[in-house]
Nanobody, 122 residues
Framework: QVQLVESGGGLVQPGGSLRLSCVIL????????IGWFRQAPNKEREGVSC????????YYTDSVRGRFTISRDNAKNTVYLQMNSLKPEDTAVYYC???????????????WGQGTQVTVSS
């Protein structure tokens, strides 16, 4: 059974940083694209970043490009999302998911984690 476990969320002041982790259990990370999505209160879930299985491509939504960095450690079956210069509008529950290719379409993702809360507030 495939499980994704996110961690690393928390409360941070504007301008601060957090690093989210997504551990994939029961599947080989080498064969999966991994996407990070987020859902703010009363808003739809949106794509934030995605990395292809080959590491050849990394994608970011416009609002986080230049501030967030996605990376992976295949030996640990873990994907990271380094978030710098955080803003209050980054507040959301962040989810990671696996797919065969990078896409912003949530329906293309096979498995999801339970989410980790990120709150940016002074």
């Amino acid at each position: 059974q495939v499980q994704l476990v996110e961690s690393g969320g928390g409360l941070v002041q504007p301008g601060g940083s957090l690093r989210l982790s997504c551990v994939i259990l029961g599947a080989n990370l080498d064969n999966s694209a991994i996407g990070w999505f987020r859902q703010a209160p009363n808003k739809e879930r949106e794509g934030v970043s995605c990395m292809t299985s080959s590491d050849a491509y990394k994608y970011y939504t416009d609002s986080v490009r230049g501030r967030f960095t996605i990376s992976r450690d295949n030996a640990k079956n873990t994907v990271y999302l380094q978030m710098n210069s955080l803003k209050p509008e980054d507040t959301a529950v962040y989810y990671c998911g696996t797919s065969w290719e990078c896409t912003w379409s949530q329906g293309e993702y096979d498995y999801w984690g339970q989410g980790t809360q990120v709150t940016v507030s002074s």
